[in-house]
C-alpha cells in the first residue's frame, strides 16, 4: 500500500462540471503538494497546505489533517485543465516528498 | 524568467555509455531535487542537495552520482547506463526547503527523457 494514495487514477469530464480529487495518506506530514503536470511533461506547483483551504482561481485545495485526506477542487472545468494532477506529501519524521501516482484528468467540450 | 532549466530534453544511450543530466536555477534556491519518473509510479527521489557543496542520497540513488559544485547548478550522472535507467528525470528547486511555513514551493525543470538500449 502506498503512503500516500490518489483517487480516481483517471477523470473524465465534460467542460463546466466540477472536478475533486482524492488524496490520502498514511503518513504524519508537514505540508501537503498538489502539483499539475501537462501532457507535455512539464510539472507546476499548484498548492502548498498544511491545513485548510487555499484557493487559486478555479482551483481550490482542502486538507484535513485529523482524516489524513486532501482534496484538489476545480470549479467550471475546462478543456485547458486536461493534465495530470499530482499530490505529494512531506514526511515529518524524514523530511522527504512522498509522491501519489498521480491522477489523469481529460475534460472534453 | 528561467526558473528551472534543464539539458539535455532527450537523450538515447547506450548500456555502459555514461551522460549527466544538467539542471541549473536562477531562483538563488538553497535546496535542489532529481526525481525519476516512471510509469505506473510516482515520482521517486534520487539525490538532493541542501546547499552548495552539499549532496546527499534519496530513495533511488544506485547507479547515479550528484554534484553540487556552483549554488544554482546540480548535476546527475550516470557513469555505465543501464536500461533500467530508461525514465524520464526531473529537477526541482525549492527555498526554503518544502514543507516551512514560509514558502517551500517546489519548482520543477520541463524533463529530461533517457532511453538506455
Known amino acids: 500500500k502506498n503512503e500516500v494514495e490518489q483517487s480516481p487514477q483517471n477523470l473524465t469530464a465534460q467542460e463546466g462540471e466540477f472536478i475533486t480529487i482524492n488524496c490520502s495518506y498514511s503518513?504524519?506530514?508537514?505540508?501537503l503538494h498538489w502539483l499539475q503536470q501537462h501532457p507535455g511533461g512539464g510539472i507546476v506547483s499548484l498548492f502548498m497546505?498544511?491545513?485548510g483551504k487555499k484557493k487559486h482561481g478555479r482551483l481550490i485545495a482542502t486538507i484535513n489533517i485529523q482524516e489524513k485526506h486532501s482534496s484538489l477542487h476545480i470549479t467550471a472545468s475546462h478543456p485547458r485543465d486536461s493534465a495530470v494532477y499530482i499530490c505529494?506529501?512531506?514526511?515529518?519524521?524524514?523530511?522527504?516528498?512522498?509522491f501519489g501516482t498521480g491522477t489523469r484528468l481529460q475534460v472534453f467540450p | 524568467n528561467a526558473g528551472v532549466t534543464q539539458t539535455p530534453k532527450f537523450r538515447v544511450l547506450k548500456t555502459g555509455q555514461s551522460m549527466t543530466l544538467l539542471c541549473a536555477q536562477d531562483?538563488?534556491?538553497?535546496?535542489m531535487y532529481w526525481y525519476r519518473q516512471d510509469p505506473g509510479m510516482g515520482l521517486r527521489l534520487i539525490h538532493y542537495?541542501?546547499?552548495?557543496?552539499?549532496?546527499a542520497k534519496g530513495e533511488v540513488p544506485d547507479g547515479y552520482n550528484v554534484s553540487r559544485l556552483k549554488k544554482q547548478n546540480f548535476l546527475l550522472g550516470l557513469e555505465s547506463a543501464a536500461p533500467s535507467q530508461t525514465s524520464v528525470y526531473f529537477c526541482?528547486?525549492?527555498?526554503?526547503?518544502?514543507?516551512?511555513?514560509?514558502?517551500?514551493?517546489?519548482?520543477f525543470g520541463e524533463g529530461s527523457r533517457l532511453t538506455v538500449l
Open positions: 531562483m538563488n534556491h538553497e535546496y
Open positions: 526541482a528547486s525549492s527555498y526554503p526547503p518544502p514543507g516551512h511555513r514560509n514558502t517551500g514551493e517546489l519548482f
Open positions: 497546505l498544511s491545513s
Open positions: 503518513v504524519g506530514i508537514s505540508a
Open positions: 542537495s541542501v546547499g552548495e557543496g552539499t549532496t
Open positions: 505529494a506529501g512531506r514526511s515529518y519524521n524524514t523530511d522527504k516528498l512522498i
